[in-house]
């Protein structure tokens, strides 16, 4: 097992992110973006009908039981930081997590156009940024780490070896990506991408599944190396064997949710909680469009986003 460790430098009164404002936006933009007809989201193809959205959703009160679970994650008496990061076009979400006390931080799933933002946000934490990691190579959305190691020098990208990405730091199942006193597992998952990766968190049982599970859903399997066998696989064995509890951080969400949990998905996620064959059944029959960053994004983020990247791609 390696011990990936980062450095120690100074601490400063945190800050809040407003969560409610986000839910909301979520939801507008996703009929901007897609069309009020259509549905069926590009990406995952999770329906939007509000057949399919949680009872939590349908009354309504997803909005609260997010403003409790930030709060719950960003108070000021606890040890760490944790912050969640809306992507409003590609419905990526960014996760910030730090210790509290030493500073050291390390995102997830950084989107190129809202790199700005982030590092906003780690300099109003007062935060030292020392990882920036992917779940995988993504197809909707270019990475923000190129940018931001050139924001910040010392900051190390990062993404699982079996991707074949360009990365600081080459992840392999079982390494310890440590931040002050906490620590990351990684697991690798793969069947959304061969590279796909999913960092576990015990020590606050969270955990950031990348595309591999979705609330409620799952990544598509239909293109990068896409498996449905694997896919199942690795989410049962890797993920949802994790006690019950754990609660489950996806890479998007296309519903205004914002975080599931092992117990949850094992009961109501409609493809992931069926016998494997239904499953796999059910992924080969999904139709779904050409996901329209695809051309740009993967070339891009298989070096890690350290790209000749257009000038509107960089800017928010
Ligand atoms: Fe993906």
């Known amino acids: 097992m390696r011990v990936l460790r980062g450095l120690v430098v100074t601490f400063s009164k945190p800050t809040r992110v407003l969560s409610r404002a986000h839910a909301t936006l979520t939801q507008r933009s996703f009929a901007e973006t897609f069309g009020q007809?259509?549905?069926k989201c590009p990406l995952c193809g999770f329906f939007q009908s509000g057949d399919l959205l949680s009872p939590v959703s349908r009354r309504g009160s997803a909005v609260g039981v997010n403003v409790r679970t930030m709060a719950?994650?960003?108070?000021r008496d606890d040890d760490f930081i944790f912050r969640q990061l809306?992507?409003?076009?590609?419905?990526?979400?960014t996760y910030l997590l730090a210790d509290r006390t030493?500073?050291?931080?390390?995102?997830?799933?950084p989107v190129v156009e809202m790199v700005n933002r982030d590092m906003q946000v780690v300099k109003d934490l007062g935060l030292n940024l020392i990882f920036a990691a992917n779940t995988h190579v993504h197809a909707d959305h270019i990475t923000g780490t190129g940018e931001i190691k050139k924001k910040l020098p010392g900051c190390k990208s990062m993404i699982a070896d079996v991707s074949g990405a360009k990365a600081d730091v080459k992840l392999k199942h079982g390494d310890t990506i440590k931040f002050g006193k906490f620590e990351l597992e990684c697991r690798n998952t793969p069947g959304h991408t061969d590279?796909?990766?999913?960092?576990?968190?015990h020590q606050k049982s969270m955990v950031f599944t990348g595309d591999a599970i979705l609330i409620r859903g799952c990544g598509r399997t239909d293109f990068q190396q896409g498996n449905p066998q694997n896919l199942y696989d690795s989410v049962h064995k890797q993920i949802l064997s994790l006690p019950r509890h754990f609660m489950l951080f996806p890479a998007h969400d296309y519903t205004g949710q914002t975080m599931t949990t092992v117990d949850e998905e094992l009961k109501y996620n409609p493809r992931l909680s069926k016998p494997k064959s239904d499953f796999v059944k059910i992924m080969k029959e999904l139709t779904l469009?050409?996901?329209?960053?695809i051309d740009k994004a993967l070339p891009a983020n298989m070096v890690c986003g350290a790209y000749d990247l257009p000038a509107e791609a960089t800017t928010n």
């Open 86 to 93: 809306l992507d409003y076009k590609s419905f990526t979400y």
């Open 289 to 293: 469009p050409y996901p329209k960053q």
């Open 102 to 109: 030493t500073s050291d931080a390390v995102l997830i799933d």
């Open 72 to 75: 719950a994650f960003g108070g």
């Open 195 to 201: 590279g796909c990766m999913t960092f576990v968190w």
């Open 37 to 39: 007809q259509n549905r």
